[in-house]
């Protein structure tokens, strides 16, 4: 099956920093979306990108999809902005998630 | 739009005994996937519907385990003597599949067996 790798696996960052996440994908794929799950587990579509680049508010995200990667990032970055971020890719039937980088935002 | 949910939020089982999960999926939304998730891993895809059909099952889903989404609407995930390797969060989300693939998570419902 597909691999997905997202680095780095920990960060912290103190309130106000920027920062780029990054995921990696071994296949192509039609499907690439990016999640943060919150401290207390809800997961919230951040955006749904197989090729491209979206802005929404303080983040951002590319995917070159000829080179297998996507990057997020996060601008301003604030207290709760601090949870676990995932890489999901695949195709409509089937996702397969990254195991997520941990955000810790420090005031 | 009321988004996902699931019930029970939280279910403590012992060893041995069935479980039940329901999934209520956002209105219309045609696409109902399963996942579950444990500590400190990614979701991990379990099945997945369109409409009323079964389209995709994850080759790590035991016998153990089926589900259901009868008429399209709502699904269940069952699962049959339970072992403590099934303790888990489990996961609903579902999808309109017009133009996007954005899923859209429930809440989860988090399995204990003892």
């Known amino acids: 099956g597909i691999q997905v790798e997202q680095s780095p696996p920990d960060l912290i960052l103190q309130e106000g920093a920027n920062s780029t996440l990054r995921c990696n994908f071994s296949?192509?794929?039609?499907?690439l979306q990016w999640f943060h799950q919150n401290p207390w587990g809800q997961l919230i579509n951040l955006f749904y990108?197989?090729?491209g680049t979206k802005q929404n508010g303080r983040l951002s995200a590319t995917t070159v999809a000829t080179e297998r990667y996507s990057l997020l990032y996060i601008s301003s970055s604030q207290t709760t902005d601090s949870g676990v971020y995932f890489c999901?890719?695949?195709?409509?039937?089937?996702?397969?998630f990254g195991i997520g980088t941990k955000l810790q935002v420090i005031p | 739009d009321t988004g996902v949910s699931q019930n029970p939020r939280h279910k403590i089982t012992k060893r041995g005994q069935n479980v039940t999960f329901r999934c209520d999926p956002i209105?219309?939304?045609?696409?109902l996937y399963w996942y579950r998730q444990t500590l400190g891993q990614g979701p991990e895809f379990l099945t997945y519907?369109?409409?009323?059909?079964?389209?995709?099952k994850s080759r790590l889903l035991s016998d153990r385990f089926s589900a259901e989404r009868p008429k399209g609407s709502f699904s269940t995930l069952e699962i049959q003597r339970t072992e403590q390797g099934d303790s888990a969060m489990y996961l609903c989300?579902?999808?309109?599949?017009?133009?996007?693939?954005?899923?859209?998570f429930g809440p989860g419902t988090r399995l204990t067996v003892l």
């Open positions: 989300a579902s999808s309109s599949g017009a133009g996007s693939d954005t899923q859209y």
């Open positions: 296949d192509s794929v039609n499907n």
């Open positions: 990108i197989p090729s």
């Open positions: 999901a890719v695949g195709g409509y039937q089937k996702v397969t």
């Open positions: 209105s219309e939304h045609n696409r």
């Open positions: 519907f369109q409409n009323e059909a079964q389209l995709e």
